[in-house]
């Protein structure tokens, strides 16, 4: 995997679950779970953007740096 395909990946997740992926999804994926260093890099990227909103709440992650990134065009926010 690579950083490009990590951010893919995030999105994907993000978008099979109306536009919001939780820490549990990305710990709980094998692919992701393999590739902490990339993910966390794509994660933050993100987080970073204007149409995601990165929530860090107390919760049981291990890793992720986020307990949610929601991405408001994905979740069907955006003006058309």
Do not use: K
């Not at 779970?33 to 953007?49: F, H, I, K, M």
């Amino acid at each position: 995997m690579n950083y490009e395909q990590a951010l893919l990946r995030l999105i994907e997740l993000a978008r099979s679950n109306g536009g919001v992926v939780s820490s549990a999804q990305v710990e709980g994926d094998e692919e992701l779970s393999g590739n902490r260093d990339l993910v966390c890099a794509a994660a933050r990227a993100l987080a970073g953007g204007t149409n995601v909103f990165s929530s860090d709440e107390p919760d049981q992650r291990a890793w992720f740096p986020y307990s949610s990134l929601m991405f408001s065009e994905l979740a069907g926010t955006r003006s058309t």
